[in-house]
């Protein structure tokens, strides 16, 4: 069995964005090289635009799917609001790769409030090693696919070496989990997402 360096990542959004099948990728890339892979996800109101967090945890020494506060190596985010709401996870030294497109919540919009990306990103600078950040509409356009979000902010996770799984592996899980027909778009819309992150 080969086994790497420990990896934790935290993946999170908002319901319909991807977050589970990104987790199912990274889980798939580890488990296609021989490593232990622990993982759950916290759904909630996903089917109603609720937040979504996936755990995906590498290595013999995880005994629990889910990361403690503090532990993460990566966090991916979906949404700049939420990678705010889960910044306790990731560790010192952590990286984080987001997209810069806000979602408001309904509560926000029913309340008259609202955030903006620049403040969430600003933010998360100040608590990371290296923050990614994504233009994922500007992106998915360049692609012809708005529903290629989850594997632009992959690409960028493993453009920073921390995930614990190559680009090879991704594609490798890709194969599996993904429709053949859409095996393409996403191997392209890996490669865009680290080329924008470096």
Do not use: W
């Amino acid at each position: 069995m080969s086994e790497t360096a420990e990896k934790s990542i935290l993946i999170c959004g908002v319901g319909g964005q991807g977050t589970v099948l990104a987790a199912k990728l990274i889980a798939q890339a580890a488990l296609s090289k021989g490593m232990h892979v622990r993982s759950a996800e916290t759904i909630g109101m996903a089917q109603r635009g609720g937040s979504v967090v996936s755990h995906v945890r590498l290595g013999s020494n995880a005994h629990s799917p889910l990361i403690p506060h503090g532990a993460a190596d990566v966090l991916i985010a979906f949404e700049p609001c939420e990678a705010v709401r889960n910044i306790a996870y990731l560790k010192e030294g952590g990286v984080i790769a987001v997209s810069s497109k806000a979602v408001q919540p309904v509560t926000a919009s029913l309340s008259g409030k609202s955030f903006n990306a620049e403040s969430m990103t600003a933010f998360l600078r100040t608590h990371a090693s290296r923050v990614m950040v994504l233009d994922t509409d500007a992106l998915c356009a360049q692609l012809g696919s708005e529903k290629a979000a989850n594997t632009l902010l992959l690409g960028a996770a493993v453009s920073s070496s921390m995930l614990g799984v190559t680009m090879d592996d991704l594609k490798t899980a890709l194969r599996v989990l993904v429709k053949p027909d859409f095996v393409e778009l996403n191997e392209k819309a890996l490669a865009l997402g680290a080329k924008a992150a470096n």
